[in-house]
């Protein structure tokens, strides 16, 4: 499994960006995906998920904000960040695991996840 993510950069107060990541070697009905971030200086944290059967999770910071999708026909996984805020500035990850981790309790746990991208950085001034 490899996963690519893409559609980081910089941008001000109250944009937004979307960040796509494109899955090889991985079904979208094997697992569930996720969105992680880690901030300089601070531990990463789970920003949204998404189920097999699409079913989505988000963050309390992130709720109303994000929006987390996928295109199962090109296997890639999608978060659309709008309003953004200075404390979203993080690297941003992409991560995939096994099915019946992405419930309400266990979706933000990171060591749940198995397989993780390499990350784009997102920087919002």
């Known amino acids: 499994v490899q996963l690519v993510e893409s559609g980081g950069g910089s941008v001000q107060a109250g944009g937004s960006l979307r960040l796509s990541c494109t899955a ?4 979208h009905t094997d697992g569930c995906m996720g969105w992680f971030r ?3 200086g601070k531990e990463r944290e789970g920003v949204a998920s998404i ?4 079913s989505p ?4 910071n992130t709720k ?3 929006t987390i999708s996928q295109d199962n026909a090109k296997n890639t996984l999608y978060l659309q960040m709008d309003n953004l805020k200075p ?3 993080a690297m941003y990850y992409c991560a995939i695991a096994p099915w019946g981790y992405c419930s309400s ?3 933000a746990i ?3 996840y198995n397989h993780w991208g390499q990350g784009t950085q997102v920087t919002v001034s």
């Open 24 to 27: 090889s070697g991985y079904r």
């Open 38 to 40: 880690r901030a300089p």
């Open 51 to 54: 189920d097999h059967d699409g």
């Open 57 to 60: 999770n988000y963050a309390e």
């Open 64 to 66: 109303g904000r994000f």
């Open 87 to 89: 404390e979203d500035t």
């Open 105 to 107: 309790r266990k979706w």
């Open 110 to 112: 990171d060591t749940n």
